[in-house]
């Protein structure tokens, strides 16, 4: 499955921004779908993920109460909402895709977990 990110842009602090990821080329409803950040000059980190097979969602510790992920399978889309953003939440956002399944209960998740992933889109928050 391919992956297609969008919807990043330049948004001032406490505002929203609606990310989507939106796949090609196969089914979602078999792939856990992640999002990550990369800010300048830092690693990328994990901000959540949604499992297959029920729509289990984690988060990161920095982005829960603020941003939530959804999907659907039918239009092969999952968006990351975010709120009350700040300026260090600028970064690049990526989703990636696996078939592995997840379970509820962590806030982290190593970006090798994942096999596909998209092209990132900027998302920049002013203050």
């Known amino acids: 499955v391919q992956l297609q990110a969008s919807g990043g842009g330049l948004v001032q602090a406490g505002g929203s921004l609606r990310l989507s990821c939106a796949a090609s080329?196969?089914?979602?409803?078999?792939?856990?779908v992640g999002w990550f950040r990369q800010a300048p000059g830092k690693e990328r980190e994990f901000v959540g993920v949604?499992?297959?097979?029920?729509?289990?969602?984690n988060l990161a510790d920095s982005v829960k109460g603020r941003f939530t992920i959804s999907r659907d399978n039918a239009k092969k889309t999952v968006d990351l909402q975010m709120n009350s953003l700040n300026p260090e939440d600028t970064a690049v956002y990526y989703c990636?895709?696996?078939?592995?399944?997840?379970?509820?209960?962590?806030?982290?998740?190593?970006?090798?977990?994942?096999?596909?992933w998209g092209q990132g889109t900027l998302v920049t928050v002013s203050s």
């Open positions: 990636a895709a696996t078939r592995g399944r997840f379970s509820s209960g962590f806030n982290s998740l190593h970006q090798n977990a994942f096999a596909n």
């Open positions: 080329g196969g089914s979602l409803s078999l792939y856990s």
């Open positions: 949604t499992s297959w097979g029920g729509g289990v969602t």
